[in-house]
Each structure stands twice: as structure tokens, then as C-alpha cells.
């Protein structure tokens, strides 16, 4: 089976030349891509000279990731396609599960287990073994709860999940466009979940593969930042109103609110000013929006059992649990 592996890239050019070639020596039977947004740096430049066999499709502005891949992936030949960041570390044979488990669920959506590229021994926060969201979108994952990381030893197997992080993972194209793609006006953060949400309410599944690994930095191209904040809280309510079942969407998004004012102010008592203003910037933006979200919204197949636990926030503030097998 061969796959498409499908990078996107927004001056990356530092990240390109460290982890571009394990890439290429690691993925036997697949086809390299490069989505370039607009770089403004010598990305494509150097692809083009050291990388000839790299597959470049060229964008004519910064899409983002999520419009990005709505757009590139078009282009891509082959049927199964790896969703991937630049600032990801594959490792030797890493395809070889991934391929298994595509064969057992072809109409799946499948994510690696994703480590700290830097501290090698413990899960990544983007993705870590697979994630799950709680009754008022909050994400977590196994192996990550908020900013506690988890050592991996092994604890974590082959699983059903309910999102797959964006940083890696494989789908069918087919499935891809059937379900809509991207959100794109998430532009970035949250598009992967909202994705997996929408493929769970139309009855496909997600599986983390623990047994093929991959290192990630983390928030190389988008630093953590206000910006960050912002796309993040808007894009969660979004994907909240687009995807709750229309019974509990009122009652479900109160709460979410409280809690995102409560958040805010522990930016504000950390002395993260900008994060602050960042939270009702997104509300607003959220607002502004809200009318054309709920005239998209598909009101017949939301299902109600999207969520592990009620509320991660007060497992882990109030009772203390840490760590996912704690839940």
C-alpha cells in the first residue's frame, strides 16, 4: 500500500533540513508532499535542490492548515494519505503498524504515538497516544492532561480513540472529503478534533497505533502566543456548536463560557494580560460567526456520546488526577 506523505510548510526552512530526510529514509513505498503556504523563506528552494524527489504543491498565500490541506491534498496521487507537520522526527519502520491497521480499518482515521523530541522518554502535548474530549470540549489525551506529560512506559495499547492529532496522522482521502475536510475558517488549532468529531458522528472511528512512534517539537510554526490563545478558545466553541447534539448545545455552551471567564482569569493572575484579552477577542469572533455556524449545523446526526468524563477541568483541578489512567 502506498501512502502520500503530506507535509505542511509556512517557513519551515530550518525544520525542513532537520527533519525532512529521516522522512524520505524512513517511509519505504510512499510519496513525499509538500504543501507550501506562500513561504517567504527559501522552504521550496531548497527542497527543489536537495530534495528533488519531493513532490512540491505551491500555494498562492498562507491558507493556514487547515484550508491548506482542503486545498493540497487534491493534488496527492495516492488514496491514504499522512497528515504531517514539519517539526515531526519519524522513526525507522514507523509505517509498517500504521499500514496493518489501515488494512484491519481502511475507513479509519489512525494517529502514531506521538514523543517529546526533546525530552524522548515522555508524550508530545500535541496528540501524546490518542485523544478524548470532555463533555464541554475540553481536549486531553492518554499520556497528556492540560500541561502534566506523562513518562511512556508502555502503559498505553493499541486503543479506539476519539481524535487523532493533527501533527500525524493517515486517512483515506476519500473519507477525508466525504466527512468536509477542515474547517476552514479554523485556519489552525482544533481542526483535526473538529475533524474526528465529524467523522464519529457519521460512524467512523479513530485508533491510536502505540506501536509505531514519532518525535515532536511543538509549536514551531505557531509559538504559544495570544494569537494561539485566541484560535484556540474560538475555535473550540465553534466546533462545540457545530458538532453537540441540539438538545444539550444551550445548556453545555453556558457552562463552557463560565468556565472559558474563569480561565481568563487565571491568565490575568498569571500576569498573561494579552492571553486575557485574547479570550473575549475569541468570544467575540465566536459571536460574530454564530448565525452561520448554526444555519451549517447538521441537527440529525449528532450524537450524545461523544465525551469520556463530564469534566476534565474538575478531575484534574479539583479531585487531582493528573494522569489519564486516573480518570
Same mark, same amino acid.
Request: net charge positive; proline share 2%.
Given at each position: ?19 525532512? &530526510?529521516?522522512?524520505?529514509?524512513? =517511509? ?23 530534495? &528533488? ?26 488514496? +491514504? %494519505? ?7 522526527? %519519524? ?19 489512525? #494517529? *502514531?504515538?506521538?514523543?517529546? %523530541?526533546? &525530552? !524522548? ?7 501524546? =497516544? ?11 489525551? @492518554?499520556? @497528556?492532561?492540560?500541561? !502534566? ?5 508502555? #502503559? ?20 477525508? +472529503? ?19 468529531? @465529524?467523522?464519529?458522528? #457519521?460512524?467512523?472511528?479513530?485508533? /491510536? ?7 515532536? %517539537? ?10 494561539? !490563545? ?10 462545540? !456548536?457545530?458538532?453537540? *447534539? ?17 480561565? /481568563? ?14 479570550? +473575549? ?10 448565525? =452561520? ?11 450524545? &456520546?461523544?465525551?469520556?468524563?463530564? =469534566? ?16
Amino acid at each position: 500500500m502506498k501512502i502520500g506523505i503530506v507535509i505542511i510548510n509556512w517557513n519551515g526552512l530550518d525544520l525542513l533540513r532537520k527533519y525532512l &530526510n529521516e522522512i524520505l529514509l524512513n =517511509s519505504d513505498n510512499s510519496t513525499i508532499y509538500i504543501i507550501d503556504n506562500n513561504s517567504s523563506d527559501e522552504s521550496v528552494l531548497y527542497v527543489k535542490n536537495n530534495h &528533488n524527489e519531493v513532490k512540491i504543491i505551491s500555494l498562492d498565500k498562507n491558507y493556514g492548515f487547515a484550508k491548506g490541506y482542503n486545498i493540497g491534498l487534491k493534488e496527492v496521487e495516492e488514496e +491514504y %494519505v499522512c497528515i504531517i507537520n514539519n517539526d515531526i522526527l %519519524v522513526t525507522e519502520n514507523w509505517l509498517d503498524p500504521i499500514r496493518k491497521k489501515i488494512k484491519k480499518h481502511p475507513e479509519s482515521i489512525i #494517529q *502514531p504515538t506521538i514523543l517529546d %523530541v526533546n &525530552n !524522548t522518554e515522555y508524550f508530545e502535548y500535541a496528540g501524546a =497516544s490518542g485523544g478524548f474530549i470532555d463533555k464541554y470540549g475540553y481536549p486531553f489525551c @492518554r499520556g @497528556r492532561i492540560f500541561n !502534566t506529560l506523562e513518562k511512556d512506559i508502555g #502503559q498505553y495499547n493499541d486503543s479506539k480513540i476519539f481524535w487523532a492529532s493533527g501533527a500525524c496522522f493517515f486517512i483515506s482521502k476519500k473519507i477525508f +472529503y466525504k466527512i468536509g475536510g477542515f474547517d476552514k475558517s479554523f485556519f489552525a488549532h482544533m481542526e483535526e478534533i473538529d475533524l474526528c468529531w @465529524r467523522a464519529f458522528n #457519521q460512524g467512523y472511528n479513530s485508533y /491510536s497505533v502505540t506501536s509505531s512512534k514519532v518525535f515532536h %517539537v511543538g509549536a514551531a510554526t505557531i509559538k504559544k502566543n495570544s494569537r494561539k !490563545t485566541y484560535l484556540n478558545y474560538r475555535n473550540s466553541l465553534i466546533m462545540l !456548536t457545530k458538532n453537540l *447534539p441540539l438538545k444539550s448545545l444551550l445548556s453545555t455552551l453556558f457552562i463552557r463560557l463560565i468556565l472559558d471567564i474563569i480561565a /481568563s482569569y487565571k491568565f490575568l493572575f498569571q500576569g498573561e494580560f494579552s492571553n486575557f484579552i485574547s479570550v +473575549y477577542k475569541a468570544h467575540i469572533g465566536y459571536f460574530y460567526s454564530l448565525k =452561520s455556524i448554526l444555519r451549517d449545523r447538521n441537527n440529525s446526526i449528532n450524537q450524545p &456520546n461523544y465525551f469520556k468524563i463530564n =469534566s476534565i477541568v474538575f478531575n484534574y483541578f479539583i479531585l487531582g488526577k493528573k494522569k489519564f489512567f486516573q480518570l
